[in-house]
């Protein structure tokens, strides 16, 4: 399906019927990435799976240089005119910032906030990584070699390694194309002024929290300084996993975001 914004399109997939959950993703993945989670993600809850500009098959912005704002205000707008109710949203990653900075700048579209893996404030440090990634963009065996195993934890990467092979080969034909890498240069850039450190406690909606012990991109005491400035937050510490959780422990994946997103009625058992 798609959304118009502006001058913009923007491509969705709506699965199920329920409480609405709307997916935002990571800075390298699109609607196709969320495939094996699309069954139990829809079972009760409307699921929303979206790519933001510049991702999977929605507009790219060629020549333009932006940040995550744009992102956002296309995300209310888009909320909005779907005029989805007691909405959770989900982010990993870059999509976190983007909820983030969502909730922040729209509270009253967000009834439950998920934050998986994700930064309040990118560093100078993560930029560092960011410019590493653009450098090495022309050249897609470098491009990989510098993104993807890192991703995962060491246990995770040397017990699947076939698997990481074959998700290699298909990974250099997309790090081959001008078109995606273009794109991923201004998503990198675009989280460089990040820093939603003091407008956290403003979040107010119950929040979930959830960082990993090996996650080398975005280390969990990122996680826990959300959690500490975030009212209604609670915090989960994965241990054996790197930064892309949904796909080294699934089925715990699964677990942490329905039952954040559906027990509401737990909420006042005390």
């Known amino acids: 399906m798609e959304f118009k914004y502006k001058e913009y399109t923007i491509y969705y997939e709506s699965y199920g019927s329920g409480k609405p959950l709307i997916i935002l993703n990571g800075i390298m993945m699109s609607t ?22 510049d991702q999977g098959k929605s507009t790219k912005l060629d020549g333009m240089v932006y940040n995550q704002d744009i992102q956002v205000e ?3 707008s888009f909320i909005e005119t779907l005029q989805l109710k007691e909405l959770a949203v989900f982010g990993i990653s870059y999509g976190g910032e983007v909820a983030i900075k969502l909730t922040t700048a729209h509270p009253e579209l967000v009834d439950r906030l998920l934050l998986f ?39 995770f990467y040397e017990q699947h390694i076939d698997w990481m092979n074959n998700r290699k080969a298909v990974l250099h034909t997309v790090f081959s194309n001008p078109v995606f890498m273009n794109a991923m240069v201004r998503l990198t850039n675009s989280a ?29 005491a990122n996680q ?9 937050a609670q915090l989960v510490y994965v241990p054996d996993s790197g930064h892309a959780l949904m796909y080294e422990k699934p089925i715990l994946f699964c677990s942490l975001v329905l039952g954040f997103t559906n027990n509401t009625k737990l909420e006042d058992v005390i």
């Not at 990435?33 to 929303?48: A, R």
């Open 32 to 53: 196709l990435s969320w495939k094996p989670f699309i069954e139990p993600f829809s079972k009760v809850n409307t699921l929303i799976l979206i790519d933001m500009l």
């Open 224 to 232: 826990q300084f959300i959690a500490k400035e975030i009212k209604k």
């Open 192 to 220: 460089n002024d990040l820093d939603e450190r003091a407008r956290l406690k403003d979040i107010s909606c119950p929040t979930l929290v959830v960082g990993c012990e090996q996650d080398i991109i975005t280390p969990f």
């Open 74 to 76: 296309m995300l209310a």
């Open 117 to 155: 893996n994700t930064t309040s404030y990118t560093s100078e440090w993560l930029q560092e990584i960011g410019r590493a990634w653009n450098k090495a963009a022309g050249d897609a065996e470098a491009y990989y070699s510098t993104t993807i195993p890192v991703i995962y934890s060491k246990k």
